[in-house]
């Protein structure tokens, strides 16, 4: 009698972490990126974006506070393999400038005013033609731990980051993106500039995470939508007040929409949250 407690009570403990480890696929902490570029036009950093892109490198551009828009790619195991790759574009007169971004790093704060942009210490500056960067893809043979859940700053901060990409025309992929691959992609690009890497796709990311309730939603969590749990289309980030930030078709910028409008609220499929 002992030893079958003992083995359900097992059983059931094997069961629970395959449950927990299961919401944690496809979540990891970023590693090293590189950062590149000043552009002054936004369609500059897209077109830059859409040629990475093109190459397969995974890339986004945001706004930073000084209102000049950046590029970031990459996820590397090492400072210095992401300064060796960044180094050999500069040696070849790809690019003029890099900054290696660490792990852990949070562009923005969890402020909504517009804060002080400071330059990165270690940026490097060479003259060089027009861009056009070609990057192998990294390998990453990093440990993979699991983001901390319950974390109401982290949260906050993914809302904020999430509402500075309002009014910004966003094209994942140019021309080449896939229906519903740029929400996707926009709400992936947030959650870099937080320091953490999720699932690719709209449906893979409603696969990880946490299920959260339509009720207890809060800054940071990502929203759903489509006609069921296996046909997911959409995805936004909530930033509070029944309102969420998404980027609605291609080329359109990035806007808030609010959870209960009539078009979302029918087809609200649930929310994950990942902090």
């Known amino acids: 009698m002992v030893f079958r407690a ?3 009570f097992l059983l059931l403990c094997l069961c629970s972490l395959a449950a927990h480890a299961a919401k944690s696929i496809g979540i990891t902490r970023l590693g090293y990126a590189i950062q590149m570029g000043a552009f002054t036009e936004v369609k500059n950093a ?3 974006t859409s040629m990475l892109q093109s190459k397969g490198i995974e890339a986004f551009y945001f706004r930073k506070d ?18 060796a790759a960044a180094k050999k574009l500069v040696a070849e007169r790809l ?35 027009p861009l056009q960067p070609v990057v192998p893809k990294e390998a990453t043979d990093k440990p993979v731990p699991k983001p901390p859940k319950g974390n109401s700053d982290m949260g906050a901060i993914a809302a904020r980051t999430a509402e500075r990409f309002v009014g910004i025309p966003y094209r994942w992929g140019g ?42 939603l809060k800054d940071g969590d990502l929203v759903f939508f489509g006609s069921s749990a296996d046909n997911i289309n959409h995805v936004g980030i909530y930033v509070g007040s029944g309102k ?6 291609r080329g359109e910028d990035i806007r808030v929409s609010t959870v209960n409008e009539n078009y979302f609220e029918k087809r609200f499929v649930g929310a994950r949250r990942y902090f």
């Open 66 to 83: 000084n209102g000049v828009y950046a590029v970031r790619f990459g996820d590397f195991p090492s400072d210095k393999k992401a300064r």
């Open 95 to 129: 690019i003029n400038s890099y900054y290696i971004a660490p792990p852990n790093e949070v562009v923005f704060s969890r402020t909504k005013g517009p804060g002080l942009q400071k330059s990165p210490p270690d940026e490097i500056r060479k003259p060089s033609p």
């Open 244 to 249: 969420f930030v998404h980027a609605p078709r």
């Open 46 to 48: 897209e077109r830059f």
């Open 175 to 216: 021309d080449n993106v896939v229906e519903g691959m740029d929400c996707s992609g926009f709400v992936r690009a947030v959650y870099n500039l937080c320091g953490f890497s999720i699932p690719r796709t709209s449906r893979d990311q409603f696969k990880a995470g946490d299920l959260v309730t339509k009720e207890d």
């Open 6 to 8: 003992l083995l359900t």
